[in-house]
């Protein structure tokens, strides 16, 4: 089966802790991306990865890390440098020009 | 930089009846478009997109989409609304790019409400 998973699904984080979020895909897509969705100000990137090993910043990157060791994996650490990390973290990947999405992650600062 | 209007947050139609969702964009050089629908408290499933060819695409779930390049939009249509159709909608454009990555700006959201 198919697809790109994300987990958690939620993730509770006190201030001041970095967390990791887990992106897996399946697919054989080349590249993988990271977004943040806040209500009313729809998806904005984070950071996107076009081949393994490679990775470049989005219009969001402060207080965020990635790392793209393989191809199906691409985890986003999410630090204490970010301010208002409270959000809905989406994963994709691409092919042909289309990007399919995971379910997300949906953080928490406490 | 490209850019994307969603120019109304919410939409309302009867159950039967026809709905239109807009979306107008900016971008330089000839423009990738695309449709995607949210269900709460979970992740864009794609609908459509438009790259080249005919000005009226055809997607999942008897969406279609109709391109138009002199008013720069693209708006989602679709006959015959159903309860189900209730979601959160997204366009997103990106530039024509040889790249691997496509890097797609999007919309702020429209919510479709539709009631029996």
């Known amino acids: 089966d198919g697809g790109i998973t994300q987990s958690p699904k939620y993730l509770f984080r006190k201030e001041g802790q970095n967390v990791t979020l887990s992106c897996e895909q399946n697919?054989?897509?080349?590249?993988m991306y990271w977004y943040r969705q806040d209500p009313g100000q729809g998806l904005r990137l984070i950071y996107y990865?076009?081949?393994?090993?490679?990775?470049q910043k989005g219009d969001i990157a402060e207080g965020y890390s990635v790392s793209r060791e393989k191809k199906e994996s691409f985890p986003l650490t999410v630090t204490s440098a970010q301010k208002n990390p409270t959000a809905f973290y989406l994963c994709?990947?691409?092919?042909?020009?289309?990007?399919?999405f995971g379910p997300g992650t949906r953080l928490t600062v406490l | 930089a490209q850019s994307v209007a969603q120019p109304e947050d919410q939409v309302n139609v009867a159950e039967g009846n026809p709905l239109t969702v807009k979306c107008t964009y900016s971008v330089s050089g000839n423009p990738y478009l695309f449709w995607y629908v949210q269900y709460p408290n979970r992740g864009l499933q794609f609908l459509l997109k438009y790259i080249t060819g005919d000005n009226l695409v055809k997607g999942s779930y008897g969406f279609e989409a109709e391109f138009n390049k002199s008013q720069t939009s693209f708006h989602l249509k679709k006959p015959s609304a159903l309860v189900s159709d209730s979601a959160l909608y997204f366009c997103a454009v990106r530039p024509f790019s040889t790249g691997t990555a496509s890097k797609l700006t999007f919309g702020t959201g429209t919510r479709l409400q539709v009631t029996l």
């Open positions: 994709a990947s691409s092919i042909m020009d289309t990007q399919y």
């Open positions: 990865s076009q081949i393994v090993n490679d990775f």
């Open positions: 697919l054989n897509h080349d590249a």
